[in-house]
């Protein structure tokens, strides 16, 4: 059971690993960064394990956060190129006799996107590469440099590092009345 959760674990420590840019705006809307997720896996409890999700195998894990908050995180393990992912969703269908649908190869493609990064007063408009992996072509991704980056953005905005903002992106003020 636990071979799934060893091989995402050991993925992530190894920075082989993907945070869908859906799942990184579902932790910017609650105030925290994927970079949380990422680094509190390797002490995270195992909840269940998902061979038969599709597209995917994944794990679910109950992960807390720096300020002791204990989420459910779901992983996901990209198995040919044997990546982790912090997916989007994970649906647990399988079709038919267990075997996956629509799956083709591809190649990976990169692409500029806009980001939003929002701390205190302060809203920062950023952009980032995404990339879309092979076994996920409809996901647009963040690789791990681009995790720690939005992470460091983050805490300078909510330091009012302001002179660094500006120097990597377009900074917006809240505006009091």
């Known amino acids: 059971m636990g071979d799934l959760h060893r ?23 609650r105030g925290l960064t994927a970079w949380q ?28 956060l720096v300020d002791g908050t204990a989420v459910e995180v779901v992983w996901a393990f990209l198995v040919s190129s044997r990546r982790a992912l912090l997916p989007r969703e994970q649906s647990t269908r399988t079709i038919g006799n267990g075997l996956r649908t629509g799956a083709r190869i591809m190649n990976e493609r990169r692409e500029s996107r806009r980001k939003w990064v929002q ?4 809203a920062v408009e950023l952009t980032v590469e ?13 690789e791990p440099a681009t995790v720690r980056f939005l992470d460091e953005v983050a805490r300078r905005a909510e330091a009012g590092d302001v002179e660094y903002l500006n120097r990597v992106g377009r900074v917006y003020q809240a505006v009091t009345p």
Not at 53 to 63: E, F, K, L, S, Y
């Open 119 to 122: 701390r205190g007063p302060y």
């Open 37 to 64: 997720l990422v680094t509190g896996l390797s002490d995270a409890e195992l909840l269940e394990v998902r061979w038969d999700a599709v597209p995917n195998p994944t794990i679910v894990t109950r992960q807390l």
């Open 130 to 142: 995404v990339v879309y992996p092979a076994e996920a072509p409809n996901e647009p991704c963040l």
């Open 7 to 29: 091989m995402i674990v050991e993925a992530v420590a190894n920075e082989r690993y993907l945070v869908s840019d859906r799942a990184d705006e579902r932790c910017e809307e």
